[in-house]
């Protein structure tokens, strides 16, 4: 209804993932929006996220879904909204939605739902093929793709879900001879057979890759995973004989150095787009490129609306749950694009050397993540809440080892920032469940529920002290971690959580 009062035929895209009831939500949305005088064209298979808001773009549709749960369990599945632009919703149009919906009556939906999720589409509205190659052309095109063929050797895994054919396809066609994804994790299956979770933020989720890579005669370079819906991608790195987990801030630094070191040069006003939950490495990288920095709150869907008001100088974006986008075509994070420029700079350099070069050039950082877990103590969210009622209170009797700088809490208008740079950010943010403690040389501890699950996040991101020397890294490393380590476990016992 939203979309028939501003359009006369609006035409819709479809995309879902592996999920066992994805295809019977799919085949149910495609006949319940042609009933309401839709157009629509739906993928002929699992497909990634990133292709159906590429898709969006390339029809000119009015609107999209996805059907996705994303990472999240087998029992679970999830409906994603997208606009014209090929971004997710944001208000106020999904309050609008979300209102159609909260008003609609059940007596009111057809009687033959069941047999609408068994109806075939038709022909003639399945898509891929245009689709794919249109995608490909512009890839192509991207200055962090050099064409020719690629001596590195990758195994990956789409973790059961819908990155197996696009993956395989599109690295092979890219000159990438030595890509072979993992048997046993090639197919999309919502059982998730294989897996205790299908994310790649968690490195167990690399498990079946590691002994795949350990077996094989040739070790592969780089291991790369991606989640059900393709939109989120990680990588461990072969060094020293094994190999190393990347965390996804230092993959979004690695793709951001690379792609402003080549890019930034041709932009007239270059801009790079983090949540507030990223790194601060990302903020010194791009200064030293002359790159002007965006923060956003959490999701997508933010990063999206900035690239919509200036998409020619938009440079990179990315959030620290391995979800980034190196082009402005896409408009939420796509895996595929973004796994390609990882293994166009690996083909280059070493991206461990690469990620230590950061760190020599602009600082040393760590980053830490704890899921405090509510599903079965819910009673803990207003606990923590309560904890952080007045974070001022707080932080006045608790240590953080480092100088409080300001605190940004963006759950009360009445909280103002000490520091012109807090008060400017939170002007641009709004309103939202969240509290951020600015520590000295760019560290900052923040806790927000999740938005999807039942949990409350707490990010602690620590810069050290000093730039560290070459010969002394690895202890430098080691020495940031336990003091990293050691704020975060006095944090969580100081706000009612056993650490």
């Known amino acids: ?70 990472h999240n369990p087998p029992q679970y599945n999830g409906f994603k909204a997208y606009a014209a632009d090929g971004a997710q919703i944001i208000p106020p149009a999904d309050k609008e939605i979300q209102q159609l919906f909260s008003n609609m009556d059940y007596k009111n939906l057809p009687p033959d739902l069941h047999t609408l999720a068994e109806k075939p589409i038709a022909e003639g509205d399945l898509i891929e093929e245009e689709i794919y190659q249109a995608y490909l052309q512009k890839l192509r095109s991207e200055v962090f793709y050099q064409e020719g063929k690629k001596r590195i050797r990758i195994f990956y895994s789409p973790l059961h879900g819908t990155g197996g054919w696009i993956f395989q396809r599109a690295f092979h066609d ?54 059900p819906d393709a939109d989120r991608v990680g990588a461990m790195v072969k060094n020293n004989g094994s190999y190393q987990f990347l965390t996804g801030n230092q993959i979004g630094c690695l793709l951001l150095e ?116 509510l599903s079965r103590e819910p009673e803990l969210l207003q606990k923590v809440l309560g904890k952080l009622a007045d974070p001022q209170r707080f932080a006045a009797a608790f240590d953080f080892g480092r100088r409080l700088v300001d605190i940004l809490d963006l759950r009360s208008v009445d909280a103002v920032p000490q520091t012109t740079e807090c008060r400017a950010l939170k002007a641009e943010l709004g309103k939202a469940e969240v509290v951020q403690f600015w520590l000295e040389r ?17 990010y602690l991101s620590l810069m050290a002290q000093q730039k560290p020397k070459a010969a002394e890294l690895e202890k430098s490393k080691k020495a940031l971690r336990e003091e990293a380590e050691s704020i975060l476990n006095r944090f969580l016992v100081a706000i009612g959580v056993a650490s």
């Open 258 to 373: 690379s792609i402003a070191r080549k890019k930034a040069a041709k932009l007239k006003a270059p801009y790079i787009c983090k949540t507030i939950v990223t790194t601060e490495l990302q903020r010194l990288i791009a200064e030293s490129y002359g790159i002007t920095t965006i923060e956003t709150l959490t999701g997508f869907k933010y990063i999206a609306e900035k690239i919509a008001r200036d998409p020619e100088n938009y440079l990179f974006g990315g959030e620290e749950s391995f979800g980034y986008l190196p082009v402005s075509w896409v408009r939420d994070k796509d895996s595929l694009s973004s796994a390609v420029a990882l293994a166009e700079l690996a083909e280059e350099q070493n991206l461990i050397t690469a990620l230590d070069t950061l760190y020599l050039r602009h600082g040393l950082f760590v980053e830490l993540l704890h899921n405090i877990d």
């Open 1 to 70: 209804e939203f979309y028939r009062q501003k359009y006369p035929q609006p035409l819709a895209a479809i995309a879902y993932d592996s999920r066992l009831s994805s295809p019977q939500f799919c085949r149910l949305c495609y006949h319940l929006l042609r009933q309401k005088g839709f157009r629509v064209r739906v993928f002929r298979r699992p497909t990634p996220t990133p292709l159906l808001s590429f898709a969006i773009r390339e029809l000119s549709a009015d609107c999209g879904i996805v059907l996705t749960a994303s």
């Open 442 to 458: 760019h560290s900052r501890l923040t806790v927000r529920p999740s938005g999807t699950e039942p949990k409350i996040k707490v």
């Open 174 to 227: 890219l000159g990438y001879a030595n890509f072979h994804a993992i048997a046993e994790q090639a197919e999309p299956d919502g059982n998730f057979p294989t897996l205790r979770s299908p994310n790649p933020e968690e490195p167990s989720a690399f498990a079946l890759l590691l002994k795949a890579a350990e077996t094989s005669k040739e070790k592969p370079d780089l291991l790369v995973a991606t989640d």
